[in-house]
């Protein structure tokens, strides 16, 4: 794939090369490890890092040195960005891999509850509601009557029982509460791991940057990789 990441040959611009360098190989530093610890993360994972973030005193204005950095290096800045889109994607592809990973992260749970045979049970409730929200527009529609009030009034209640019954359903599911993930918020997330990657790309370089400068650009991804690790000991 080209992208501003990847040289004409197809070996990374800033990174492990494809060809020997005189520089010892434990010196390299992965400047694809935020990029890919990313893109393995859940929903769960992204609203307990977008939590974390909003909390946090850190996030609550752009640091003005990390500001300054992406702007005194636009080159890998945009090798950056590269980078990150290349293994998320766009931020709807990105929130479909985090949903994917997510129902991974349930598949153990949904074999218990159909081993248990609840998974049948709330099978049946849902063809239930479905048929009961059909039944009185159809019966009104197969009857010729054009009442229009009548239809009206049907919908109102098909609808309250929609949102009544859906409820119902999903508290006895018993399935996690699916995470509302906003997109202004996610775009900050997305801006911490291209952060912590543009420092990496420096670092690669030899490029010396102040040690407050290049934690404050880290900190972000810092953050997120603390709330992974909340979420995963919440399910042990």
């Known amino acids: 794939m ?12 800033y990174g492990h090369r494809t060809e ?4 010892p190989a434990t010196t390299a530093i992965r400047v694809e490890e935020a990029a890919e610890g990313a893109a393995r993360l859940g929903l769960d994972e992204m609203a307990a890092a977008i939590d974390k973030r909003l909390a946090s005193s850190w996030a609550d204005k752009p640091d ?13 800045l945009a090798a950056a960005r590269a980078l ?13 891999k985090a949903q994917a990973v997510r129902d ?7 074999a218990r509850r159909k081993a248990s045979g609840s998974a049948r049970e709330i099978l049946a409730l849902r063809l239930g509601l479905v048929i009961a929200l059909i039944a009185p527009p159809a019966y009104i529609v197969a009857t010729n009557q054009t009442d229009v009030l009548k239809l009206v009034i049907a919908g109102i209640i098909c609808t309250i029982a929609a949102l009544v ?3 119902f359903l999903t508290i006895r599911a018993r399935v996690p509460v699916m995470p509302n993930i906003r997109g202004p918020w996610l775009a900050e997330l997305r801006e911490d791991v291209v952060n912590a990657t543009l420092v990496a790309i420096l670092q690669n370089k030899g490029t010396a940057l102040p040690p407050a400068t ?3 650009a880290q900190r972000g991804w810092g953050s997120i990789q603390e709330a992974v690790a909340a979420v ?3 399910r042990r």
């Open 64 to 76: 003005t040195s990390v500001t300054t950095l992406r702007e005194q290096n636009p080159e890998e």
């Open 165 to 167: 019954g859906g409820h």
């Open 2 to 13: 080209s992208n501003e990441y990847h040289l004409a040959d197809g070996s990374p611009r």
């Open 214 to 216: 290049a934690a404050a």
């Open 232 to 234: 995963a000991a919440l």
């Open 20 to 23: 020997e360098t005189d520089v």
């Open 84 to 96: 990150v889109k290349l293994h998320l994607g766009t931020q709807r592809q990105w929130r479909m």
């Open 104 to 110: 991974r992260q349930l598949a153990g749970l949904m």
